[in-house]
């Protein structure tokens, strides 16, 4: 059986490069129209073409999301952007709107689309009718257990693929389709503009008491009761595979380059069978995330009575590797700070846990510094561990 894709996110090209140097198969982003982000993660036509250029040099594919609801007026420009984005080599678009995917099917025949998660395919008879307009893979709702997933499996085309989250966040809504943002403030879910309200902490209110704010405990502190938990699947990927999956997906085109290489750097290694089951899952600690849960893989998504909707991870982000400049000195990019003393770990497709202490920091100016402090400055440090441009550092909290 063909080992599955690792498709990954990106929100830049910063994460873009990131996700292919830690070894995804493909990397998804959202362009200039109809993306379903904020519009900070969506890449410009310039900024896709060059992205395709950096997926295609190293054998990689670039998917372009086209995933919102559309509008009336919005039918019309799809044909003409779906030329574009087949100009420039983009290998697929990911499609939830019915009529979107009809329109880029007669426009742009030979673009191949995928249909969104948002589309909700959760049955053999839905995907068949995706495949009949001439859709090459469905991105699986994310309601679907695997139980479900085996039993459709036979009952599509072969040819037909499919693609599932293995990893990230989930929405607490069915499939993202979710009212509670635009409610609040008046900003879509639906249409790219989440303002996330379902992670916010809330309190109870008696109506006679309207100035009394009254907890709701779980653990300690206040409770975000409509806040998920986030995905892992990193412990049954053979069992996804074995169900005929195609392509795993990881969520979070919003996410740091941290995230993605070290999310990345952990299924990548579990896929190849170069690092332990628990070597990877203490590396997905290490990014920031909600309590981990299975999803509805296995039924019902149970509430973990510990989730408090807070955000925790073991590690800190601390620089990127620029460049080397001596038998054992490096530039590194400084993202937050260290200094001279502190342990850093390093983050690097060739190696898991290697770990050195910070003898020498200097500035980009040359002078010896006892800390890196300024965000994004290019300082000189020893590490007696080869290190490669790219590679990250980070400190354990």
Avoid at 250 to 279: F, H, Q, W
Avoid at 290 to 319: E, H, I, L, M, V
Wanted: proline fraction near 5%; charged fraction near 25%.
């Amino acid at each position: 059986m063909k080992k599955p894709e690792l498709l990954a996110p990106a929100g830049d090209l910063e994460t873009l490069r990131t996700a292919l140097y830690f070894g995804a198969d493909a990397v998804y982003v959202g362009g200039p129209f109809l993306q379903l982000r904020a519009e900070k993660a969506g890449f410009s036509m310039e900024a896709l073409a060059e992205a395709v250029r950096l997926t295609h040099a190293v054998g990689k594919k670039l998917y372009v999301t086209v995933n919102c609801f559309a509008g009336n007026g919005e039918i019309e420009q799809a044909g003409p952007y779906a030329k574009e984005l087949s100009a420039i080599g983009v290998d697929a678009v990911i499609v939830s709107d019915l009529g979107l995917i009809a329109e880029i099917r007669e426009v742009c025949p030979d673009l191949p689309v995928h249909v969104s998660t948002q589309a909700n395919a959760l049955n053999y008879a839905t995907i068949n009718c995706y495949a009949k307009m001439g859709c090459t893979r469905v991105v699986l709702g994310r309601e679907m257990t695997l139980e479900g997933i085996e039993a459709l499996r036979g009952r599509i085309d072969p040819a037909t693929e499919l693609e599932t989250f293995v990893h990230g966040a989930m929405c607490m809504a069915y499939s993202g389709r979710c009212l509670l943002s635009s409610y609040f403030n008046n900003r879509s879910g639906n249409r790219g503009a989440c303002t996330q309200p379902c992670r916010w902490e809330y309190y109870l209110v008696e109506k006679q008491r309207a100035n009394t704010l009254i907890p709701i405990v779980e653990a300690e502190g206040e409770s975000a009761i409509l806040s998920s938990t986030d995905l892992n699947c990193i412990s049954f990927l053979d069992r996804l595979t074995d169900a005929g999956i195609a392509s795993f997906k990881i969520e979070g085109r919003m996410k740091s380059p941290y995230y993605v290489a070290t999310v990345v750097n952990a299924y990548r290694r579990r896929m190849d069978g170069t690092a332990p089951l628990e070597v990877c899952q203490r590396e997905l600690d290490a990014a920031s995330h909600r309590p981990y849960s299975t999803g509805f893989y296995f039924g019902a998504c149970k509430t973990d009575p510990n989730n408090d909707g807070r955000y925790r991870q073991t590690c800190r982000f601390t620089g990127v590797v620029r460049e080397r400049t001596g038998a054992e000195t490096y530039v590194v990019e400084m993202r937050n700070a260290f200094a001279v003393g502190d342990t850093l770990e390093i983050l690097s497709p060739g190696s898991v846990g290697a770990s050195f202490v910070v003898t020498s920091i200097r500035g980009s100016d040359g002078s010896p510094k006892e800390k890196a402090d300024l965000v994004q400055e290019p300082v000189e440090i020893v590490c007696p561990v080869a290190l490669a441009p790219g590679d990250i550092l980070r400190k354990r909290m």
